[in-house]
């Protein structure tokens, strides 16, 4: 399977603890893209990172959410001190290149965070 | 503030009818737009796009249509399929940025 792997498909955590996402992008792609879906709401964008580089993170909340793509291994976004707000719907997408017109978006089938 | 909306959270249609589906949005900067269809504990897949400088393009049983001056955009499907039972997300974005604005979806169910 080439698509967008996402670990784990479901996360718990408790109040205070840290949550650690995991995406590898597809085959190919160098480009990652991290979108959250809140209950009731469509996908909302959080960050955009290259290999090694943080391209946009303007969707990110500023305190406690951090997201890396090292040069080995999968992108991480990281939750410090998961609060009940922080439960959601994390869909990590890629592309071969920058997702401007006309480039579609491949999406992995999310890691749900729950925290109690 | 919604730049994308997806006034009908839900939609029911009988198997072999046409379901069309609804998007309306704000920024007129917007040239690009597409629908993923999304199925449960799954993430969302690409189905269908269309460019500003089209009002409609068409895919098998998938066919969207952009009317700019309202700007709104619809897919419609036909016939519907019970497979096509899904959560039906519109996005868009514009010319020079990565980032797309998702609307909040629409549940489709096809009855068979």
């Known amino acids: 399977n080439a698509g967008v792997m996402q670990n784990p498909r479901h996360l718990v955590r408790r109040r205070g603890q840290e949550a650690r996402l995991r995406c590898s992008p597809m085959?190919?792609?160098?480009?990652v893209y991290w979108y959250r879906q809140l209950p009731e709401e469509g996908l909302k964008f959080m960050v955009y990172?290259?290999?090694?580089?943080?391209?946009?993170e303007s969707g990110m909340p500023k305190e406690r959410f951090s997201a890396e793509f090292p040069k080995e291994g999968p992108s991480i976004l990281r939750i410090q001190q998961v609060v009940r707000g922080d439960s959601a719907a994390y869909f990590c997408a890629s592309s071969p290149r920058q997702a401007e017109t006309n480039e579609k978006l491949f999406f992995g089938s999310g890691t749900q965070l729950s925290v109690l | 503030d919604q730049q994308v909306k997806q006034n009908s959270p839900s939609l029911s249609v009988q198997e072999g009818r046409i379901s069309i589906l609804n998007c309306d949005y704000t920024n007129s900067m917007f040239d690009y737009f597409l629908w993923y269809k999304k199925y449960p504990a799954e993430g969302p897949t690409f189905l269908i796009s269309?460019?500003?400088?089209?009002d409609k393009n068409e895919d098998g049983r998938f066919t969207v249509f952009l009317n700019k001056s309202a700007k709104h955009l619809s897919l419609h499907i036909v016939p519907s399929q019970p497979g096509d039972s899904a959560v039906y997300f519109c996005?868009?974005?514009?010319?020079?940025?990565?980032?797309?604005?998702f609307g909040t979806g629409t549940r489709l169910k096809v009855l068979a």
């Open positions: 990172l290259q290999k090694e580089n943080i391209i946009d």
């Open positions: 269309i460019s500003s400088i089209k």
């Open positions: 996005a868009a974005s514009y010319s020079g940025t990565y980032k797309y604005i």
């Open positions: 085959k190919g792609h160098s480009h």
